[in-house]
């Protein structure tokens, strides 16, 4: 059914049976806000439908879920909305046509954050689906499913969930998110690349409206119009998710407040400040991660009963330049500095202490950039390395896995995106001895439509024999992957799609791979 016939309808449904809490006054009367100066329009009408974006919601816990939406009639154009409060009721049921309402209440869109809501709704059973729904005015949005965790202490027998990254709008359409939306999952992961800065480029299926991006309202038209995908909103609507970025939601390779380049560090780092604020504008984020500045933080930990533990890593704020002026080539000795940091030297403990204390069956580290090493030159006596990956930060990697190795977190995990393409490494205490410990696995999932250049394919292939720790490869496809835990294995499974050229296809499995619990490293079945 049409978006827009389907909350018509909705809209008559709810009038029926009372949305309308706390009865709003007349069309364009003010109320006063407790938010802001601005004062609030009790009643907004709207040139368009406002839900333009669809609606989110994310980080889960046993008790609460943020739901996210943001009010955008014209949703390419800066939104579209007047610099006045509105309020936007929220409810919470627990069956799909919400008519088991067990919250509610309203939350001010405000302007300063181009009118998005992140409602954090407390007071809800572990381990169970929600359903959720916005109105604003007389519109009402579609209806969104989410899940809470399960409860720290709860034996948990299998849990679902699958990760993405990397979606330039530019390079194809988004058809594994229609995939995925109809996977049987309990949460999403996203890795980063949610956006690309680029300006427009010929020779895709569609393009970017707008030069490269640098000022707020840039980066927010950029959100908005990736968020007009309906297989994207469809993926948000139907799971929680946890978001990390990577690069792009800034720039192409910046590291801390160094950018690539053609640009000053006072400029780049208003630059980064318009990219952090409309990133968490546009995701189902905690006040937690409200933008400070320049700065937004992150990195945060989720428990799922005793199954899994994700540690989200954001390794592109803290990390120190790119060695050797970054690129694929031979390593100077600036990749092995003791002082290079890939996520910044307070997230790195705060990582350790989370796997020493972890309780859980699967630990989770949900990151970016590859960490298995991988030379790609097959030649024994020449190397190049890719130095936006941990391969240029390399006594960072051995910190974390000699830890990995003391330590003995139960089965840790590895999850990365940003080469846009699928991997499975044993990771190893030394990459350069295939008979050193593997001390634990990494997954590395392909892009959702983002462009790995075929050229590059065949000697990444060549290089494979010198790599042996690496046990899968593949860059044609594009898609996501799905992982089921069980107290005794973990499955991935790289899920593919037909075609990113046209608005549908179909989806199916490459390959499969398993981790038991207690042996790092997967196998393929
Ligand atoms: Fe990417």
Redesign the pocket.
Known sequence: MERFQFARLLSTKYKRRGFLIGAFGVTGSIIASQWTHTRAIAQPSFSAYPFSLGIASGDPLPDSVVLWTRLAPEPLNGGGMPSVNVPVQWQVALDENMKNVVQRGTAIATPEFAHSVHVEVGGLQPERWYWYQFKAGNEVSNIGRTRTAPARDTRVAQFRFGFVN?QDWQNGYYTAYQGLAKEDLDLVVHLG?YIYEYGPQSGGPRQHNSPEIVTLADYRNRHALYKTDSNLQAAHAAFPWIVTW?D?EVENNYAGLIPEENQSQQEFVTRRANAYQAYYEHMPLRRLSLPRGSDLQLYRRFTFGNIAEFNVLDTRQYRTDQPCDDGLKPRCSQAFDSNATMTGTKQEQWLFRGLSKSQARWNVIAQQTMIAQYDFDARPDQELFNLDQWDGYVAARNRLLKFVQQQQPSNPVVITG?I?SSWVHDLKTDFNDPNSPTVATEFVGT?IS?DFPETFIPPVVAALSANPHTKFFDAKNRGYVRCHLTQNTWQSDYRIVSTIREPNASVSTLGSFVVQNGRPGAEQI
Do not use: K, L, N
């Open positions: 990397c690349d990577d792009h940003d846009h892009s983002s």
